[in-house]
């Protein structure tokens, strides 16, 4: 099977300006999971998508969304960027809501 | 108190011995306990998951839980320099609000 594929692999963008990140997972995995990860705060979970809906939330601020769509395919969006935003973005998919398996990421960069 | 603790080391270890990370969670609602191995630049990968008390053994890893004292291990048997990576410890649980909660990770070096 293939693995949980995440485009683009690598972003920079500006203050302000806003990004959408996709993720594909792995085929019959209904649940998807986005984190971000800096070295200062480790892996911190962003929200879980099953069947389109969105069932559990992080802390993070309202800049932050994303959706799924039927085809399991989830994107995150990130509104009015900031520096603290520049991190690793990852999906991960899990086919029961247990064992997660990661994409290799999305590395954003905000000047 | 951070709810999922481990020590972020270097905990090195010569080749051929055996590596024991370990992680203390706070929630005594925790159900299921991962353990994810990830390399400098790439993404986590998971190695095991164990949900009963006891041992689980798959290969040369060994997962150990301890409800009782809110503690999971993981044990590396005859350890190589390929498993030098950073080992991170998720615990999920599903009373409350739904979700995985991750330590900051145990950075292990294995010396050849």
């Known amino acids: 099977k293939a693995g949980v594929t995440q485009t683009p692999r690598y972003l920079i963008k500006t203050r302000g300006q806003q990004v959408t990140l996709s993720c594909s997972p792995i085929?019959?995995?209904?649940?998807v999971s986005w984190y971000q990860q800096t070295p200062g705060q480790g892996l911190q979970f962003l929200f879980e998508?099953?069947?389109?809906?969105?069932?559990n939330k992080g802390n993070f601020p309202g800049r932050f969304s994303g959706r799924q769509f039927s085809n399991s395919r989830s994107e995150m969006n990130v509104s009015t960027l900031e520096l603290g935003d520049s991190a690793l973005y990852l999906c991960?998919?899990?086919?029961?809501?247990?064992?997660?398996?990661f994409g290799p990421g999305t590395r954003l960069t905000v000047t | 108190q951070k709810e999922v603790e481990q020590n972020s080391g270097p905990l090195s270890v010569p080749e051929g011995a055996i590596a024991s990370l370990n992680c203390t969670y706070s929630d005594r609602g925790s159900q299921s306990f991962f353990w994810y191995r990830q390399y400098s630049g790439k993404s986590p990968e998971l190695i095991m998951f164990i949900y009963s008390n006891g041992d689980k053994e798959d290969g040369r890893f060994t997962a150990q839980l301890n409800k009782a004292s809110q503690y999971v291990s993981l044990l590396i048997r005859d350890s190589q320099p390929s498993d030098s990576a950073t080992y991170l410890c998720a615990v999920k649980r599903t009373s409350g609000t739904y979700k995985y909660i991750f330590g900051t990770g145990t950075r292990l070096k294995v010396l050849a």
């Open positions: 991960a998919s899990s086919f029961r809501g247990y064992e997660q398996y």
């Open positions: 998508y099953f069947s389109e809906t969105q069932r």
């Open positions: 085929s019959g995995h209904r649940s």
